[in-house]
């Protein structure tokens, strides 16, 4: 019997109610496909189900296992998967969970092939992020006539819609901290920081152009200032609304064909180098928690990944606590 291990939690609660635990190696039944995880996304959804904000929303039974987005190796195919080798390379998602995990059993269908130029962490991070990014940005059917303003710009959707807005003509500004602005303009955008004066100083970034949408992706007083922008209110995608859409893609079956659609289109973008995934935080698994805090603190610009099988033997547990890569940098 082969053990691996995953991330478990038996009541709602904060980071001190997950915990490791052995895993057998899930048999594929009929239709499905058992994958050896390489990487996993971790998304701030996933805490707030953890912590039992979307209760009524989100159903859950315990004991619960945690993550959805991942991408990895088939070990092994059930009866009626013909178009999958064993050994083949795949990304997806995992029905009601999982995916932080040694290995992840899921439909045949909740998968696609994992293009062998993209790397698994950003493959790993891609699903839910990319999706709920993808279909607020295609819903909006941007063009070359429309400037659109998305807030939290340097975030985990917000960066990829920034770029799939710009790969369909729009001239784009992002709001953010001023810590965000340099890798926002390395992916041409234009920046433009939060706090008093930010009506002004987006119209002074549209260069004389009418605001003509609006993305949402942090709430407060975004509403007000789409309204004040002149933006139309069908333009304006509130924070409630992505969050409406990144739930519908959390809680996607596996046979849903616009999760298909949309991801096999994203990852094509990323073959392609036209849009690219941030991966501002990589963990080892061991250290999913302090992944998961770091996360937390809201200043992480586009990813957190945790790798199954890093060679890491504990002694850089300090560096990963209080040496994060993007603050490295940015000293």
């Known amino acids: ?158 960066h990829l819609e920034c770029q799939l807005a710009q790969i369909a003509g729009a001239q784009v500004i992002g709001t953010c901290s001023p810590r965000n602005h340099d890798y926002l303009r390395q992916i041409g955008i234009h920046p433009v920081t939060y706090g008093d004066g930010l009506e002004e100083r987006i119209a002074e970034a549209a260069k004389g152009r009418p605001v003509t949408a609006f993305i949402d992706n942090h709430g407060g007083d975004n509403p007000a200032l789409s309204e004040s922008l002149g933006v139309p209110a069908d333009r304006f995608v509130s924070s409630d609304h992505r969050r409406e859409v990144e739930i519908r893609f959390l809680r996607a079956p596996a046979e849903d064909a616009e999760v298909t659609r949309l991801l096999t289109e994203l990852s094509g973008l990323i073959e392609h180098h036209k849009l690219r995934l941030l991966i501002s935080g990589f963990y080892p698994f061991e250290y999913i928690v302090d992944a998961y805090e770091d996360l937390a603190e809201m200043h992480s610009r586009g990813k957190v990944v945790v790798g199954m099988q890093p060679v890491e033997t504990g002694a850089r547990l300090s560096w990963y606590r209080s040496q994060k890569a993007r603050t490295v940098h940015e000293r």
């Open 1 to 158: 019997m082969q053990v691996g291990r995953a991330v478990e939690y038996d009541h709602y609660g904060d980071f001190d109610v997950v915990h490791i635990v052995p895993q057998e190696r899930p048999k594929a039944r009929e239709g499905e496909i058992v994958v050896e995880v390489i990487a996993a996304g971790l998304n701030h959804i996933e805490r707030f189900v953890r912590e039992g904000r979307l209760q009524g929303r989100v159903d859950i039974e315990f004991p619960a296992r945690q993550g959805t987005c991942f991408a990895g190796i088939v070990k092994e195919r059930g009866p009626g998967v013909k178009d999958l080798a064993v050994g083949a390379e795949v990304m997806g998602h995992a029905i009601g969970g999982g995916a932080h995990a040694t290995w992840v059993r899921v439909p045949r269908t909740a998968v696609v092939k994992k293009p062998a130029t993209m790397a698994f962490e950003v493959a790993g991070g891609l699903y839910l992020a990319g999706c709920t990014a993808k279909s607020i940005v295609d819903e909006l059917a941007l063009g070359p006539d429309d400037v659109v303003v998305i807030s939290a710009a340097a975030g985990g959707v917000g």
